[in-house]
């Protein structure tokens, strides 16, 4: 599904946002599925619905509320994605990251990623919170990247370097941030599918022979846009249901939703500290 984004079509999107709010945000967060509640706590916010701007695409999934919040938390001028698209409702990755350039557009600096995830690692447990070292993107490995298609140069160079997609610094942050609330933070490798569907008992033990900690249908192709472009990356994985390796359970969205509640306070808590250390 080759349809690409133009840079008219991103600037497009950022002036409408710009006629709609006087802050000027330096950090984006984008949330993932039962992590909403996030967005709730952001002060003297600006809503701005993703139907209202021209280019975005519309999320179509429960658990994803489909807005902008844009405002204040922890005094950082925030950007914050309720809900975010995926590659499996029917857009192409171009389309789906159409976001991230608009934050590069507007003169973010970072992005904290969240998203909830399979615990593919044995030692992982459904409510746990994990820290994204590296990430594993079979969907951009298999020609699905979102930087195919022609370069903007305005963004990014044509072969950007992924060895540090993830911020070091940051994670460091989060790491102290964790220790000090006494949260306990897993850290491990993120693996990127296209979902929808769930992964087999296969598809699993494949993951875990290739070195993933956790897998979800997100993440690594807003990374990929974001590091294009030179911004810091920080990035969560909610663990909302053990991985089955044996075929002895179900998965279901209704379980990921529910997991949630239960990881969005330490998520919300970490990403708090973060914030008040820039």
């Known amino acids: 599904m080759n349809t690409y984004v133009t840079l008219e079509q991103i600037d497009e999107a950022a002036d409408a946002i710009r006629s709609q709010t006087s802050y000027r945000p330096r950090v984006g967060l984008i949330l993932g599925s039962g992590l909403n509640s996030l967005a709730d706590s952001v002060q003297n916010a600006d809503t701005i619905p993703f139907g209202d701007l021209p280019n975005w695409p519309i999320s179509t999934v429960h658990g994803h509320a489909g807005r902008l919040v844009i405002g204040e938390l922890e005094g950082q001028s925030v950007f914050v994605m309720q809900g975010r698209i995926h590659f499996y409702e029917g857009y192409s990755m171009s389309q789906i990251t159409l976001p991230v350039r608009v934050m590069l557009r507007l003169g973010l600096e970072m992005m904290f990623v969240t998203n909830a995830a399979g615990g593919i690692n044995p030692e992982f447990e459904p409510g746990d919170v994990m820290l994204i070292t590296d990430n594993l993107n079979l969907v951009g490995m298999t020609g699905a990247n979102p930087l195919m298609g022609p370069n903007i140069e305005e963004l990014g160079p044509r072969?950007?370097?992924?060895?540090?997609?993830?911020?070091?610094?940051?994670?460091?942050?989060?790491?102290?941030?964790?220790?000090?609330?006494?949260?306990?933070?897993?850290?491990?490798?993120?693996?990127?599918?296209?979902?929808?569907s769930f992964e087999s008992p296969a598809d699993l033990r494949f993951l875990h022979?290739?070195?993933?900690?956790?897998?979800?249908?997100?993440?690594?192709?807003?990374?990929?846009?974001?590091?294009?472009?030179?911004?810091?990356?920080?990035?969560?994985?909610?663990?909302?249901?053990k991985a089955n390796l044996d075929g002895s359970t179900i998965t279901t969205h209704e379980e990921v939703i529910e997991a949630g509640k239960v990881i969005t306070p330490k998520i919300e808590t970490v990403i708090r500290g973060v914030l008040r250390s820039l």
């Open 159 to 196: 072969f950007p370097d992924m060895s540090q997609s993830y911020d070091k610094e940051l994670m460091a942050e989060a790491r102290k941030v964790a220790k000090e609330q006494d949260i306990s933070l897993r850290e491990g490798v993120y693996c990127a599918l296209s979902g929808p």
């Open 209 to 241: 022979m290739a070195g993933a900690d956790a897998v979800g249908m997100s993440t690594a192709p807003e990374v990929i846009v974001a590091r294009h472009g030179g911004m810091r990356v920080l990035g969560l994985s909610g663990i909302s249901n």
